[in-house]
């Protein structure tokens, strides 16, 4: 325990130091022209950053222009652009689709939509107004330019002989003429976002036959899965199963710790990896072997616990009398099962008010203390290597008569069991 | 353990915590078309301020990121009168007031051109700026800091001469830098509370006077021994030492102060506090 305690606080102390690490590094005086260049650096850089991330499937529109607005609607002024937000408010309002479609009047202007070009021997007098497009301008522009979710590239030879104003765009000057001011918002929220139709919902027999076959599906897979840890793994599924069954409570506890601790545990890993330099190598493996880890933990031992769950039922119909073959297939099939119910319940009566969420909260709620279980139980157990909350290490006080009743001793069952594991019930 | 586990928890916990702001980054500039000179005028009531000579091909450009809830960017120029305005407005019934720590980390980078005479005038709220006007043509400077902490320099000498320069404070902390290289004939410096630091390094090519009036707080003066100094106090409860200065009548002079080639005449009022005097060499 001391080992692990120094470590751990190594780590915390290092893990410290890191934003002092951080803000040390030695700050820019922003002073002089090169300072400005920087900055002015930066500010072109990050847009280009932000449009490579943004959405692919934004609809880049055909250029046309956009109609005028109807009677009665507010035409957007650009004679003044000094007072931008209120441009911008003012277009945000006029920009509101109608039936689907944008229109706009601009007074002494033109509004397109798309990319618009203006040649080079081509002068357009009045303002310009360009949604959802670059404006490149190789001739000259007798007026203000503004751009709404689109940049303005002023080639060289380019003239703009008033003001620009771009909102959610950038300008490039390449050498162009602006004889007014630019103006420059990056971020700008003045269209509306494209409004996709919902697809029409499905029917109730639709939504149970969908539910349905998530909810085998989901379970054939954990079946597959299951039968493949038995097949490949069954010591290590039994001693986890066991111990789901003899420290029920414990095994809650430490799955439930286990959860809230995740993030954490993820986080100091991180941090080690990289404070220890030669761990910054081993980063992208161990996030990956980390991810592994939780989710093997937690399917396996859910898996587990459908074991459990299926042996004892089994036990109790042997008791009874009821002749069923006892394996860790059958535990496995019954215990899945058991938990398929509930969830193949919701995708039947899901569609019933109030009782449909009430199914739907339970096997939630079921599942998720199950899993829990589970994964605590994997935990302690350390994934089915340590016995020592399985119950099998029982004192020879412990062996009674009710337990020896209960458990085969004979049999292929019993002589399937691993007798270095099973020294209690391999006897 | 527990505390490294809560130290480690803490920093990861704490990693994730950080929210993003709503600040909105606002650009403007404009193009020098052969204007010699400008009248410029910046407010900026909170945040990071930094000024300084731009590209000679622009002739002012404002890089500012604000927050959009409660102010709203200034740019407007006069084509006719030469004049710009640029900096940050209160937006609808905010009113200035700073209220949260967003409008302290507001930012603004602002540049002239170094081809222009430049009237300049800046009013800071609550700003910690740094303004280099070092290389740019000056012709008259009015900076009015409320409760800011500002360092103005001159790292290059002014382009231009330059009439006056005046410097008022609330409650703040100034210091100015190179006043040598500001050939400004006459230097005015109005104080409330806090502390200022004259510094008058640099190259000088002309004389110069200056006033400062200091309510209550420090008054620290640089001087170069290569120029004549002469000062002149009325205090009341301040203290101060003529250290390197002879008493002539009501005023101190440095020694050599008739033959020096520029001359610096200092008139100092205060009422409490201190004026110290570091000799530069």
Known sequence: ?427 | MRRALAAALALVLGASGASAQTMRPFSTYRQWHGETSTVARLDFAAGALRLAAGRPNELYRMDVLYDGERYEPVSDFDAARGNVTLGLRAAGDGGIRVVSKRQLGQTASVTFSPRSDLALAVALGAVDGDLDLGGLRLTSLDLEAGASRATVRFSQPNGARCRDAVLSSGAAELTVLGLGNSRCDRIAFEGGVGRVTLDFSGTWTSSSHVSVKMALGQVELRLPRQVGVRLTLDKFLATFEAEGLVRRGNAYVSPGYDQAARHLDIDITTAVGGVTLDWLE
């Open chain 1, 1 to 427: 325990m001391r080992a692990p305690s120094r470590r751990l606080g190594v780590l915390a102390l290092l893990a410290l130091a890191v934003p002092r690490v951080a803000f040390a590094a030695p700050g820019l005086e922003p002073t002089g022209t090169h300072a400005a260049e920087l900055v002015h650096a930066f500010w072109s850089l990050v847009p280009h950053i932000a449009r490579s991330t943004t959405d692919p499937q934004q609809p880049h529109p055909t250029p046309q222009a956009l109609p005028h607005a109807a009677e009665g609607e507010a035409p957007v002024p650009l004679d003044d652009l000094s007072k931008s937000t209120t441009i911008e408010t003012e277009l945000r309002k006029a920009l509101r689709p109608h039936d689907g479609a944008i229109r706009v009047t601009i007074p002494n202007g033109t509004a397109r939509l798309g990319d618009f070009s203006i040649g080079s021997n081509e002068t357009v007098s009045g303002h310009l107004l360009v949604v959802r497009g670059t404006a490149d301008v190789y001739g000259k522009l007798l007026g203000n330019l503004v751009t709404v979710e689109g940049d303005v590239v002023l080639h060289p030879g380019g003239v703009v002989s008033g003001d620009i104003l771009t909102l959610g765009g950038e300008v490039r000057d390449e050498g162009g003429e602006i004889g007014g001011e630019v103006r420059t918002f990056r971020n700008a929220s003045v269209l509306e976002a494209v409004v996709v139709p919902r697809p029409a919902p499905p029917s109730a027999l639709e939504t149970v036959f969908r539910r349905l076959a998530g909810a085998v599906g989901v379970f054939l897979t954990l079946g597959a899965l299951g039968f493949g840890l038995v097949m490949f793994g069954r010591p290590n599924l039994e001693v986890v199963s066991d111990t789901v069954s003899h420290s029920f409570g414990r095994a809650f506890a430490t799955g439930l710790l286990g959860q809230l601790l995740l993030l954490p545990t993820f986080g100091m890993l991180v941090v080690g990896l990289i404070l220890s330099v030669v761990g910054i190598v081993l980063l992208p493996f161990a996030v990956v072997v980390y991810a592994l880890l939780v989710i093997v933990a937690a399917v396996g031992g859910f898996l587990a616990v459908a074991h459990a769950m299926g042996e004892t039922y089994t036990r109790r119909r042997l008791a009874l009398g009821v002749m069923a073959s006892p394996n860790s297939y059958r535990y496995l099939l019954v215990g899945l099962g058991a938990l398929a119910a509930f969830w193949l319940a919701w995708s039947v009566f899901g569609w019933v008010p109030v009782a449909g969420d009430l199914i739907r909260g339970a096997a939630i709620l079921v599942t998720w203390l199950l899993a829990t279980t589970g994964f605590g139980a994997a935990l302690l157990s350390r994934a089915g290597i340590r016995e020592n909350f399985a119950g099998r290490l029982i004192p020879p006080e412990a062996l009674t008569d009710e337990y020896l009743w209960a458990t085969p001793q004979f049999g292929v069952t019993a002589a399937k069991r691993p007798g270095s594991r099973t020294p209690t019930r391999g006897l």
